[in-house]
């Protein structure tokens, strides 16, 4: 049962306008929510994240949203810049105890046309 | 410079020979673990571990073994491979967890097991 789903595969949007990557989740357990971005053949590198006590958090041009109720978050990338094409991967944390489980997204891949 | 090193980058072996993934971090983090990347699939954790002496188990752990007798080291064992252990493997660290330190990850290792 996938807990975290990228329901996009891919997405392509024009350099200069806003890119929206979408992410839902099943397990009300998590409390913590994380973005990566993935370039071929190299690691994930963190880009953003937000607790669940928060709706909003902004970094640059990078700004995750989270809605609760809906189990929903999403990551807005204005402007986007070609050097934004990558795999952006959703990312949630549950805590059992001292214990930290991460679970990952299967991914979106973003075009960043010129 | 800070970073996490995975050894070998591409392993090609055949099915029941065991063999060891290393990861080693200069970063003095608490926080290790394991993730596979497969296509359709994304980053699926393996095994993490909170400290020395402490692990525990990721969505994916059958098949795999890890130690952590130092913090800077955190093998990944796969005591008799088989076809389907063929992936990208990712380690990757953090400060304490994940949700308060960046997640840093390695460059990965192509296993093929035939």
């Known amino acids: 049962d996938q807990q975290v789903k990228q329901n996009s595969p891919s997405l392509s949007v024009q350099e200069g306008r806003i890119s929206i990557l979408n992410c839902d989740y099943t397990?009300?357990?998590?409390?913590?929510f994380l973005w990566y971005k993935k370039y071929p053949a190299e690691g994930p590198t963190f880009l953003i994240s937000?607790?669940?006590?928060?709706d909003k958090n902004e970094d640059g041009r990078f700004t995750v949203f989270l809605n609760k109720s809906a189990k929903h978050l999403s990551l807005h990338i204005v402007p986007s810049q070609p050097g934004d094409s990558a795999v952006y991967f959703c990312a949630a944390i549950s805590h059992g105890g001292s214990n930290y489980k991460l679970t990952f997204g299967k991914g979106t891949l973003l075009t960043v046309n010129p | 410079e800070a970073q996490v090193t995975q050894n070998p980058r591409y392993l090609i072996t055949v099915t029941g020979k065991k063999l060891t993934v290393t990861c080693s971090q200069n970063?003095?983090?608490?926080?290790m673990s394991w993730y596979r990347q497969d296509p359709g699939l994304g980053l699926r954790q393996i095994y993490y571990s909170m400290n020395v002496e402490v692990t525990d188990k990721g969505d994916v752990p059958e098949g795999y073994k890890v130690s952590r007798k130092e913090k800077r080291n955190f093998p990944l064992i796969l005591e008799s491979p088989s076809p389907n252990q063929t992936s990208l493997y990712f380690c990757?660290?953090?400060?304490?967890?994940?949700?308060?330190?960046?997640?840093?990850f390695g460059e990965g290792s192509r296993l093929t097991v035939l």
């Open positions: 397990n009300s357990m998590f409390d913590y």
């Open positions: 990757a660290s953090s400060l304490i967890a994940p949700e308060i330190g960046e997640l840093f």
């Open positions: 937000i607790s669940s006590i928060k």
């Open positions: 970063m003095n983090h608490e926080y």
